[in-house]
Structures are given as C-alpha cells and as structure tokens.
T-cell receptor, first 112, second 117 residues
Framework: GESVGLHLPTLSVQEGDNSIINCAYS??????FIWYKQESGKGPQFIID?????DKRQGQRVTVLLNKTVKHLSLQIAATQPGDSAVYFC???????????FGIGTKLQVIP | DTAVSQTPKYLVTQMGNDKSIKCEQN?????MYWYKQDSKKFLKIMFS???????INETVPNRFSPKSPDKAHLNLHINSLELGDSAVYFC????????????????FGEGSRLTVL
C-alpha cells in the first residue's frame, strides 16, 4: 500500500561525527537484510548486506548490526561526510521469497 | 555507460491516457524488477521477471502490464492512468533471483517520474 500518513524520519548529523540509522522489522521469517542509499534524483544504491546468522558486518566506513531478539538492525556510518547526505533504506528478504522489501527510509542530513 | 537505463525520465499526462516506460540493462543480469516510489519515498515492488518469466506480481492493478521481450529489457505499460499512479517508477536488475542465497544487491535505474493531471 501507500505510506499515507507516514513521514520520512530525518537524522541531522554534524560533519565528522558518526551516524547511526535504525531500522525495525516485524517478520521473524526475515533472514537477510540489506541497506541501500538513495541520493536525490537517483535510484537506490546497495551499501551492505547481512545474513541472519551474523550480528555484525563491516564495510568501508559502514557497519551493520543485527539484533534478531528485538528485530532491529542499524547502519553506522563513521566520520560522516556531506556526500553521505541521502535517504537510507533497510530492506529485507524472507527465505524462499524472491523479493527484496524496502522499509520506510531515513533521511540523513549532514551539517557542514 | 549506464547500467540500468529508463526512458522517459519525466512523463506528464492526463488522466485516462495510456503510457509506457522502457527499461534496459547492460549488466548481463537475468532478473529485472519494477518498483514504485511514492511522494513519501516509500518504495514498493510491483513486478519481477527472471529470464523473461513473470516471478512476482505484487497485487498490482491489471491496468499495469509489464513486458519482457528479452532478458535485458523490461517495459511497463499503464492503461487508463489515474491520479494515484503519479509516482517515480524504478526499474532494477539483479544477477539471479533476489534474496539469499543469491543476492540482495539490486541495480536501480535513475527512475521515471510520472505525473498524472
């Protein structure tokens, strides 16, 4: 359906600080999670993924944490830069279903 | 070299009209998708095709008809356009079907902004 009534959460971070973007999921059958970044006027771009048998995965300046007990994952961006300003989506996949379902998204604003 | 390209980028049309959006990928992927993004940035899957075969049809009205003439192309035709169809439509592709153990990495085009007046 549509996201009527929902507002895009916004996170404002000072340049150079670390950013933490949170995501909650509700389906216990979700076992594969992906973070995407969408810059203004562009399509979403893959950042990092994590399987449910892991609780942490690191990439370049990014770390994803997964807490299956409370159905929560987070994306940490170290030393946030102006180029990190974008909308960030967590996405999930349920085993056996060949689709990636996107969450609401969080807008990250980096203050110079 | 654009990996996933969509045309047109912008489309403004009247209610009741029929329009098409084309998508092509040069990544050699075998799976393609259409997603719809509304004004609140909510991104929802509409269709997916794997090797020209329909895999997902996510309860989209039958006014929307995807067509995949070959693995590299997935077009979207919309009949009898309604105001609620106004959105940004994204085409995407992946190597293999989405989801573990294949991939969660979808490659998106830049979107086609449809405005229905």
């Amino acid at each position: 359906g549509e996201s009527v009534g929902l507002h895009l959460p916004t996170l404002s971070v000072q340049e150079g600080d670390n950013s933490i973007i949170n995501c909650a999921y509700s389906n216990s059958a979700s076992d594969y999670f992906i973070w995407y970044k969408q810059e203004s006027g562009k399509g979403p771009q893959f950042i990092i993924d994590i399987r449910s048998n892991m609780d942490k995965r690191q990439g370049q300046r990014v770390t994803v944490l997964l807490n299956k007990t409370v159905k929560h994952l987070s994306l940490q961006i170290a030393a946030t830069q102006p180029g990190d300003s974008a909308v960030y989506f967590c996405a999930e996949n349920i085993r056996g279903y060949q689709k990636v379902t996107f969450g609401i998204g969080t807008k990250l604003q980096v203050i110079p | 070299d654009t990996a996933v390209s969509q045309t047109p980028k912008y489309l403004v049309t009247q209610m009741g009209n029929d329009k098409s959006i084309k998508c092509e990928q040069n990544l050699g992927h075998d799976t393609m998708y259409w997603y719809k993004q509304d004004s609140k940035k909510f991104l929802k899957i509409m269709f997916s095709y794997n090797n020209k075969e329909l895999i997902i049809n996510e309860t989209v009205p039958n006014r929307f008809s995807p067509k995949s003439p070959d693995k590299a192309h997935l077009n979207l035709h919309i009949n009898s356009l309604e105001l609620g169809d106004s959105a940004v439509y994204f085409c995407a592709s992946s190597h293999g079907l989405a989801g573990f153990p294949n991939t969660g990495e979808l490659f998106f085009g830049e979107g086609s902004r449809l405005t229905v007046l």
